[in-house]
């Protein structure tokens, strides 16, 4: 997705590169933004940037992708516990990470951003959306095998009501502290049967 | 929330403003309009605007609110039907309200400005979103007086789900007819036990 050209890489430059281009974005959107500001920010010439990315959306598609490297994924010796501890083990995690103001504020800048850049909102879901649906439903058929969630249940809706109840509340005004993230996910995975 | 002035008004001029407002913003979000924009876009000076604006962010808070107009009532003679009939009867208007691509983009673009300009979620959340969370309550209620919703369910964190689970698709970048709304709202209302 980050369409890198073929020139030798600096790795310092690009990662000064991608946390401005990430920064700039959350200040003020895809509009917000220009290759020149992300150079400046990051310290370098415009030239640097246009060496290794051919226009500020591919900058900010790598800056998305990079972001993703902050969340933690399930660790997979977890497997065989019974999903509810299973759940109770991931949720601190899940938790620390959709508190965190720059995911937030991230996800909130892709969503607008959508009207005008989709190719933006296909990064975030390919990189963010798509693994946590995958590990979602896992868990949601494991409890159906558990008797927890009705065999006929609709779970690709369930899913998108999971998901969707969080993103929204990722968007709403009010903050949204480690604590209060963490009763918010345990009360919709609850409703959700998965508690 | 529009902190009109006292100045006569001109409502075709008004009119006109908020329209041209409501498509600068769907355009290039609140970053990307200016008074100078919308005043061209209306046909009207910038003191036209600023007559009855004093920024802005007062002229889209206003051309949001207004946008909701467009958006059906739930009639009131409906209340004494079975709960299931009365979602049946409700679907297809939400359902054309939301395939509106106008209203996605309006929704997609509020999100967005959420970490700049948390005043427009505020606008967005009062005019939108408390009205349909109160509708969605009084329908999860009575299928829980009828039944067919547990007693003991978390009403808060269903109504997020379900609220969610609809925002969440109107920002995916995935085409949304009348039709494909209609299946959508069923499988979410199903799941929730509406329908």
Redesign the interface.
């Known amino acids: 997705m980050s369409r890198a050209r073929g020139r030798p890489r600096n790795p310092e430059a690009d990662r000064a590169i991608l946390q401005a281009a990430l920064e700039v974005f959350?200040?003020?959107?895809?509009?917000?933004a220009s290759i020149e500001q992300i150079a400046k920010r990051a310290g370098v010439g415009k030239l640097t940037v246009y060496r290794r990315w051919d226009s500020k959306e591919a900058v900010l598609a790598a800056a998305i992708e990079t972001a993703r490297d902050g969340i933690p994924e399930a660790p997979a010796d977890l497997a065989d516990l019974p999903v509810t501890t299973l759940v109770r083990k991931l949720l601190p995690g899940l938790a620390e990470a959709i508190a965190e103001p720059r995911l937030r504020?991230m996800i909130?800048?892709?969503?607008?951003?959508?009207?005008?850049h989709?190719e933006l909102?296909?990064t975030y879901?390919e990189n963010y959306v798509v693994p946590r649906r995958r590990n979602t439903r896992a868990l949601l058929e494991r409890a159906q095998a558990e008797g927890t969630i009705a065999a006929d249940?609709?779970l690709?809706?369930?899913i998108?009501?999971?998901?969707?109840?969080?993103?929204?509340?990722l968007?709403?005004?009010e903050p949204l502290d480690v604590a209060g993230a963490t009763a918010y996910l345990e009360?919709?995975y609850?409703?959700?049967g998965l508690l």
């Open positions: 959350i200040e003020g959107g895809v509009e917000g504020a909130a800048r892709i969503f607008g951003a959508s009207v005008s989709p909102m296909a879901w249940a609709d690709d809706a369930l998108d009501m999971m998901v969707g109840a969080v993103l929204f509340r968007v709403q005004p009360s919709v609850r409703q959700a």
